[in-house]
Nanobody
């Protein structure tokens, strides 16, 4: 059974940085994608970043390009989201997600099969 556990959220001032971690277990597919999504109050969940794990190719939402970096550590079965130059509009619950069969990078929620419980990120001005 696939399990995703996020950690690393918290409160930070604008301009600061945070690194989110997603520890994955139960993943056996060699062609898969991992992603980070976020959901602010009253808004739909949106894709932030995704990585095609076999080749480590990545894609980002325009709103975070140049500020956020997704990466993976296969030895630890962990995916990270490094968030720099944070803005108040980055405030949201951040979710890790796993797409079982992934053939192209896709930031749509419908492309992912499993989700973590989420971690809160709050950026104050």
């Amino acid at each position: 059974q696939v399990q995703l556990v996020e950690s690393g959220g918290g409160s930070v001032q604008a301009g600061g940085s945070l690194r989110l971690s997603c520890a994955a277990s139960g993943i056996t597919d060699s062609t898969s994608c991992m992603g980070w999504f976020r959901q602010a109050p009253g808004k739909e969940r949106e894709g932030v970043a995704t990585i095609y794990t076999p080749r480590r190719t990545t894609a980002y939402a325009d709103s975070v390009k140049g500020r956020f970096t997704i990466s993976q550590d296969n030895a630890k079965n962990t995916v990270y989201l490094q968030m720099n130059s944070l803005k108040p509009e980055d405030t949201a619950v951040y979710y890790c997600a796993y797409a079982q069969s992934c053939w192209r990078l896709d930031l749509r929620t419908s492309a992912f099969d499993y989700w973590g419980q989420g971690t809160q990120v709050t950026v104050s001005s």
